[in-house]
């Protein structure tokens, strides 16, 4: 097991999901092995989200920037800077940017394991894999 380790934002990998989003990850399987959770980051340009989908694990969401309309579990609310989300296992959800400047979100999944499933098709995929796109 590592010691710990600082990361340094700007060198983190982008992972491209389309329609300009951009996901990074800043913890988790192939950086950090030891880790028992995975998180990173994903910017979203205005008008921009998520579509409807779940994931095999809890995952908490915190707005960095910018202001959101999230749906979880049925439930639509605003979220704004700071503003944190819980998202249990199997929950459809998504995250919208409904601001005018870049939305930045901050995810912590539960697991090292990571799937997406999208509501509409029920194509399940990994996470940040080719098949992971907006």
């Known amino acids: ?24 990850l ?3 399987k192939g950086c950090a092995d030891e880790t028992p959770f995975t998180s990173g980051t ?7 989200g998520a579509p409807l989908h779940s994931h095999n694990c809890a995952e908490q969401v915190t707005i960095l920037e910018g202001t959101a309309e999230a749906m979880i579990g049925g439930e639509t609310i605003q ?10 296992a199997n929950a459809p959800h998504y995250f919208r940017n409904t601001g005018d400047t870049p939305l930045v ?24 894999s080719s098949g992971d796109q907006v």
């Open 105 to 128: 979100i901050l995810w912590i999944y539960g697991a090292r394991d990571v799937t997406r499933t999208f509501t509409e098709t029920g194509e399940t995929v990994p996470h940040m």
């Open 26 to 28: 800043l913890v988790g």
């Open 79 to 88: 979220l704004s800077k700071l503003d944190t989300s819980f998202v249990p």
């Open 42 to 48: 994903t910017v979203f340009p205005k008008g921009c």
């Open 1 to 24: 097991m590592s010691n710990g380790f600082s990361i340094r934002y700007h060198e983190v990998n982008v992972f491209s999901r389309g329609d300009g989003v951009e996901t990074r």
